[in-house]
T-cell receptor, first 117, second 114 residues
Framework: AQKITQTQPGMFVQEKEAVTLDCTYDTSDQSYGLFWYKQPSSGEMIFLIYQGSYDEQNATEGRYSLNFQKARKSANLVISASQLGDSAMYFCAMREGLGGSQGNLIFGKGTKLSVKP | ETGVTQTPRHLVMGMTNKKSLKCEQH?????MYWYKQSAKKPLELMFVYNFKEQTENNSVPSRFSPECPNSSHLFLHLHTLQPEDSALYLCASSPQGGRHQPQHFGDGTRLSIL
């Protein structure tokens, strides 16, 4: 079974509008972390935002926010005011395990976002 | 500029060649990683090093041989590769420990096997 599921292979959004990229996860751990990365066509993976399983508030980082619904095991990324430079692959990832251990990142298959002018 | 530098950016090699990929991080991290990214597949973790010691080998074929001489440098030695090894190889680093620490990635080496 997949640990990280991204159901949208591709998404389109109009410039300046908001877009939500879906991510659901599967874990039996109580303590885990969720990450979103952006990968432009150049190949580099750029860290965007982090949400801890015990964080009570949704994480925000500039135009990025994470809609964390723990009971539903979802961690959707919301990008507000889309820009042309946001066109890229977006990956959701999870790290299981307690703090202090080197749990490995598990990645989803990604969503390709295209921003239309 | 992420603080993680990979060289070369592109590599084309024959199946009988021997080459090495290099990764260097300037972030003071203690953990380093190699990932393989093939088309339409999730990133696959290959190797993990913590404080220069290999802590994970994710069932990687022996034609891939990692080396970590210090916490700042990581190599991936390649020999007698197969066409299915063509992929983007990404290096990452992170501080030791903690589920909230993101990994920082390099730009990757795009490898093509002829």
């Amino acid at each position: 079974a997949q640990k990280i599921t991204q159901t949208q292979p591709g998404m389109f959004v109009q410039e300046k509008e908001a877009v939500t990229l879906d991510c659901t996860y599967d874990t039996s751990d109580q303590s885990y972390g969720l990450f979103w990365y952006k990968q432009p066509s150049s190949g580099e993976m750029i860290f965007l935002i982090y949400q801890g399983s015990y964080d009570e508030q949704n994480a925000t980082e500039g135009r990025y926010s994470l809609n964390f619904q723990k009971a539903r095991k979802s961690a959707n990324l919301v990008i507000s005011a889309s820009q042309l430079g946001d066109s890229a692959m977006y990956f959701c990832a999870m790290r299981e395990g307690l703090g202090g251990s080197q749990g490995n990142l598990i990645f989803g298959k990604g969503t390709k976002l295209s921003v239309k002018p | 500029e992420t603080g993680v530098t990979q060289t070369p950016r592109h590599l084309v090699m024959g199946m009988t060649n021997k080459k090495s990929l290099k990764c260097e991080q300037h972030l003071g991290h203690n953990a380093m990683y190699w990932y393989k990214q093939s088309a339409k597949k999730p990133l696959e973790l290959m190797f993990v090093y913590n404080f220069k010691e290999q802590t994970e080998n994710n069932s990687v074929p022996s034609r891939f041989s990692p080396e970590c001489p210090n916490s700042s440098h990581l190599f991936l030695h390649l020999h007698t590769l197969q066409p299915e090894d063509s992929a983007l190889y990404l290096c990452a680093s992170s501080p030791q420990g903690g589920r909230h620490q993101p990994q920082h990635f390099g730009d990757g080496t795009r490898l093509s096997i002829l």
